[in-house]
């Protein structure tokens, strides 16, 4: 019998001076206070595996689904590492739904490949939420690459295959997001968005809290074009092509950061959220 689903969704933020939130400063507060609420909700969810997409993993050709059996590193960020830097890590994988992921993209025609190389440094993007998300490191989790020769349809199937993946396995599994909706970036930590680019962000926000997924995916190119979503918005793509519809976003904060808009949102199936 079968009983793998997505218990859970998170589009959570990346932005490094959170990793350190006692220095971060006054206008990350509740960024680092809505990460930690992240963080409950998924482990009240209890989840067997979390998979998570990031902006900061980029592969140029094809998306990359790291299969390894234990992620274990020391990793220092190139673009910032007065902010990140040797900070270790060691958190269990999941070989067998990740190995069924890939087979899963490949039967729907997208190019994705495995890997599971144990001298890999995982990037900031997978870390930061990480940290929040599973602090005791204690829940395999399952890192996917963004291609930047992917279109945002291509990653929208991708979610829809790993969504088949997890339902043919027996995970109750969390899917992560870890991006930026606006993305012009600017000199300035503090910076926000522009109020054209935050519009853009609400627009989406809403209709991802009023369980309006479909119209979401619909206008997804148009919204990363719009504001220049991070890495063209292929995270969220997969995020909402795993979704599917039935599930309703929960808004829990957006925050600046030299540009950038970054909102923490959780889904989950809209009768659970409604109750």
Known sequence: MQHGRIVLGLCVPHTPRIVDPLGAG?????????????????RAHGPDAVI??????????????????????TLTAMECPDLIGSLAYDFPGDTELGMEIVASARAAGI???????????????TIVPVRYLVPDENLPVIPI??????????YLSFGAAIRSAVETSDRRVAIVASSAFAHNLVRGPETWPTAQERAI????????????????????PAFATGAKYEMGGKPIAALLGALGDGYRGEFYAYGPSSGSGNPILAFAPAPALAA
């Not at 998570?52 to 590193?73: E, K, Q």
């Open 111 to 125: 190019p994705a490949i495995a890997t599971r190389e144990p001298h890999y440094v995982l990037d900031y993007g």
């Open 201 to 220: 962000d609400d627009h989406l926000i809403a209709l991802l809290t009023h369980g309006e997924l479909a119209e979401a995916r619909a206008l997804l």
């Open 145 to 154: 690459s963004s291609c930047p020769l992917s279109s945002i349809a291509e």
């Open 26 to 42: 006054a206008v990350f507060q509740p960024m680092v206070a809505a990460m930690r609420r992240a963080g409950a909700t998924l």
């Open 52 to 73: 998570l997409i990031s902006a900061h993993w980029a592969t140029t050709f094809n998306p990359y689904v790291d299969v390894a059996d234990r992620h274990r590193g």
